[in-house]
């Protein structure tokens, strides 16, 4: 088994709590820490990825995810390439179209044509690359000759998954279900070859909570806010793409039953607009259950591709989930591959 593990932590209020976490998180053998980067709901992301950057000594960490429009797309590669700079290069970068972002100051998603424009420019930008913007030749100078920042592309619906193969190092998917990721990267796959890259080269990162315990009812009530989360986008898919497309009913179905959608608990355990999500779901989306059942959920992801598993720590019991990857899933997983 080859997974890495990271761990995405809100920018919460206060600051020293998010640092905490990370640390903790290094220190327990995860590789990534991320970050959301919804500036209204949360402490604006960057000061607080500048204070992992000096305070953490081997994780790398980024957004999961930003997007090109909040910012202006120049600012954000120069932000990122500054964040390499300081960190000896362990800067990654995670990319969207922008959901509660956006959506919370009253902007839609960031146009697709937009989004892969902005994409392309930034992949380059930041990495130390000349590139036209606006007509304008731009180069970061000071960005040459470093390791590369990796794009990862948050990716659910057919153009942006075609999106994420022709540009990105690699598709951010949010959730844990083998048959839609083996969908979802057999799309981004197929654009790649498309595109003349190499399809194998383009990874695969996962995202969701985790719960580990032997009370399945308290572990699938810790994570309901997480399917909810996602149908906001699976939402965005019908409406582009209408009731009967290619996209697999397994993603599309459970949305039917959905209410309401309310930013304030964005990512919240409790939120009330979970209560449409089914126990199937929330076991088919998360990664809970028993040590066995995590493990072997864990063993199904890097049997179909899974490169990166990120948890989503938005669930109680911080530490305790920390802990017990750190003692009990990571060492043994990662022997697996040895």
Same mark, same amino acid.
């Given at each position: 088994?080859?997974?890495?593990?990271?761990?995405?932590?809100?920018?919460?209020?206060?600051?020293?709590?998010?640092?905490?976490?990370?640390?903790?998180?290094?220190?327990?053998?995860?590789?990534?820490?991320?970050?959301?980067?919804?500036?209204?709901?949360?402490?604006?992301?960057?000061?607080?990825?500048?204070?992992?950057?000096?305070?953490?000594?081997?994780?790398?960490?980024?957004?999961?995810?930003?997007?090109?429009?909040t910012r202006e797309p120049t600012v954000t590669a120069s932000a990122y390439a500054t964040l390499h700079a300081i960190s000896d290069g362990r800067a990654v970068l995670g990319i969207g179209r922008g959901d509660s972002a956006r959506r919370v100051i009253g902007y839609q998603p960031v146009k697709m044509a937009e989004f892969e424009?902005?994409?392309?420019?930034?992949?380059?930008?930041?990495?130390?690359?000349?590139?036209?913007?606006?007509?304008?030749?731009?180069?970061?100078?000071?960005?040459?000759?470093?390791?590369?920042?990796?794009?990862?592309?948050?990716?659910?619906?057919?153009?942006?998954?075609?999106?994420?193969?022709?540009?990105?190092?690699?598709?951010?998917?949010? !959730?844990?279900?083998? /048959?839609?990721?083996?969908?979802?990267?057999?799309?981004?796959? &197929?654009? #790649?070859? @498309? *595109?003349? =890259?190499?399809?194998?080269? !383009?990874?695969?990162? /996962?995202?969701?909570?985790?719960?580990?315990?032997?009370?399945? &009812?308290? #572990?699938? @009530? *810790?994570? =309901?806010?997480?399917?909810?989360?996602?149908?906001?986008?699976?939402?965005?898919?019908?409406?582009?793409?209408?009731?009967?497309?290619?996209?697999?009913?397994?993603?599309?179905?459970?949305?039917?039953?959905?209410?309401?959608?309310?930013?304030?608990?964005?990512?919240?355990?409790?939120?009330?607009?979970?209560e449409f999500v089914t126990d199937e779901i929330c076991d088919r989306f998360s990664v809970i259950g028993s040590i066995d059942q995590v493990r072997e959920k864990l063993r199904e992801l890097d049997s179909v591709g899974v490169d990166h598993f990120n948890i989503y720590l938005m669930t109680h019991g911080q530490e305790d989930t920390?802990?017990?990857?750190?003692?009990?899933?990571?060492?043994?997983?990662?022997?697996?591959?040895?």
């Open positions: 088994m080859l997974l890495t593990f990271g761990v995405t932590v809100l920018p919460d209020p206060p600051h020293t709590r998010f640092v905490e976490l990370m640390q903790l998180a290094e220190e327990h053998g995860f590789e990534y820490g991320w970050t959301y980067d919804s500036h209204i709901l949360w402490h604006d992301a960057y000061p607080l990825l500048t204070l992992l950057a000096a305070n953490t000594d081997r994780l790398k960490f980024g957004h999961c995810v930003t997007n090109p429009g424009n902005s994409c392309r420019m930034m992949k380059d930008l930041m990495n130390g690359r000349p590139v036209e913007w606006n007509d304008k030749e731009l180069e970061l100078e000071w960005a040459k000759g470093r390791p590369k920042i990796p794009m990862y592309i948050a990716a659910y619906g057919p153009k942006a998954l075609a999106v994420a193969g022709r540009i990105g190092d690699g598709v951010i998917i949010q !959730l844990a279900d083998p /048959v839609i990721i083996q969908w979802i990267m057999e799309q981004a796959r &197929a654009a #790649a070859a @498309e *595109a003349g =890259r190499d399809p194998d080269e !383009l990874e695969c990162l /996962v995202c969701a909570p985790s719960m580990i315990t032997d009370d399945i &009812a308290e #572990a699938r @009530e *810790a994570v =309901r806010w997480f399917p909810a989360m996602v149908s906001n986008h699976v939402m965005d898919l019908i409406e582009r793409y209408g009731e009967n497309s290619e996209i697999p009913k397994d993603l599309t179905e459970y949305v039917k039953a959905r209410k309401f959608y309310d930013y304030k608990d964005h990512s919240r355990e409790g939120a009330a607009h979970g920390l802990a017990t990857y750190g003692r009990e899933i990571i060492p043994e997983l990662k022997g697996a591959a040895v």
